[in-house]
């Protein structure tokens, strides 16, 4: 399930069409060869918004992308990765903001970087600031009603204010703002044209848990409706609660997808090292090693021990009870390489 599956392959010609009757009496029948064959386009759902081929990026000599391809429909999508690992410019990329070095990008069918349309039919926010500071947010978000074309700008911006929860009449200027009250000016210029392919690089950063809540419910409701949002992200907690698809993402590759679950699964299935510290390390140790699922033990001082094991899950579950039948006591079990970034080196090494 996680594995990205290799690409089904992609045939490079359709069958030859059958020939045109011919009827040797016909004088206006003359043999033709057969015109060269369309490519035929990759097998895609019905509802694609938006498809990725063997995109790569680079910088000099820094690969910042590395040949993924992958399709979304409407719902929430998370970009999960590790600092560095590619997601902005993959953002960037699909937004028609950044060319690509090779690979293409379609969006409802189309390059965005060269159809106006399709491009009108996105929203991108950015991860680096790019507001006008001074402004007030109803003039910020008004602004980009205008460059969209739309009718009545500043009433839509009324409304997407409200929609990220941020006053409208609010007077004061948005260098006055709280981080997350600036993250929320951001997105909601990003909806002012109701995109349909909305892009979100790192909207959850710097948000305080009440205002995380409220982001993550209005992009669980925007996907509901049926706008296909992208989402990045280097925290998975984050992306458990969009119950979105996840992508992962690490060093410009693709190195999973799957649903949160999947991805959880996979980190647990990995091998893991933890820390044990007890009031007898060596005696837990020499028990420990006498069960299963233990591929290595040290023990550091008369406290602690680091442990090795395939099976982590199985480990935390019944480390308390083996502490407890060698009568030793449990102080801490710390594991030591849960960090995101050990999981990644870990999928990309496989
Ligand atoms: N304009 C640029 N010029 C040179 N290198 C770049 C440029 N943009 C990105 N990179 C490099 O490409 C790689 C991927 O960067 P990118 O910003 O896409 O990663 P990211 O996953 O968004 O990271 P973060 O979590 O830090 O935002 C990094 O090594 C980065 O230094
Ligand atoms: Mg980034």
């Known amino acids: 399930m996680t594995n990205v599956p290799p690409p089904p392959p992609i045939p490079s010609q359709v069958p030859p069409p059958p020939a045109p009757h011919a ?57 999960l990765g590790p600092n560095g690992a590619g997601k902005s410019t993959t953002l960037r990329m699909i937004a028609g903001l950044a060319a690509p070095s090779q690979g293409t ?17 996105i929203g991108i926010v950015p991860q680096q600031e790019s507001l006008f500071q001074e402004q007030r947010a109803i003039e910020f978000v008004a602004l980009a009603g205008v460059l969209n074309g739309l009718m009545d700008p500043t009433g839509r911006a009324r409304e997407v204010l409200e929609i990220v929860e941020l006053d409208p009449a609010d007077t004061r200027p948005i ?28 909207p959850l950063t710097g948000l305080d848990p009440r205002q995380r809540l409220h982001m993550t419910q209005l992009i669980r409701s925007l996907g509901e409706a049926g706008v296909c949002v992208v989402v990045s992200s280097h925290v998975l907690d984050e992306v ?30 990995r091998p893991h ?16 090693l006498t069960g299963s699922g233990i591929a290595g033990l040290t023990v550091v001082d008369g406290e602690s021990l680091i442990v090795d094991t395939d099976d982590a899950a199985t480990f935390r579950g019944t480390i308390a009870a083996v502490a407890q039948a060698a ?17 990644f080196k870990y999928l990309v090494g496989r």
């Open 175 to 202: 260098s006055s703002y709280s981080k997350g009250m600036r993250q929320r000016v951001k997105v909601a210029q990003a909806l002012i044209h109701k995109p349909e392919l909305l892009l979100l690089d790192e």
């Open 105 to 121: 990008v379609e969006v409802f069918g189309a390059d965005p970087r060269k159809d106006k349309d399709v491009r009108g039919r």
């Open 240 to 269: 458990e609660r969009l119950g979105s698809r996840v992508m992962v993402i690490a060093q410009g590759r693709l190195a999973a997808q799957g649903d949160f679950h999947e991805i959880r699964a996979l980190m647990d299935d």
């Open 273 to 288: 090292r933890i820390r044990v510290r007890s009031s007898n390390a060596r005696t837990l140790g020499g028990v420990l």
């Open 327 to 343: 009568d030793v006591r449990l102080l801490e079990v710390q594991p030591l390489d849960d960090d995101l970034e050990s999981v």
């Open 23 to 79: 009827s040797p009496t016909s004088s206006a029948y003359v043999a033709q060869p057969a015109p060269p064959a369309p490519p035929l386009p990759r097998q895609r759902a019905d509802n694609e918004v938006l498809a990725v081929t063997n995109l790569s990026k680079w910088f000099g000599d820094v690969v910042a992308v590395s040949d993924i391809s992958f399709g979304l429909g409407p719902g929430v999508t998370a970009l």
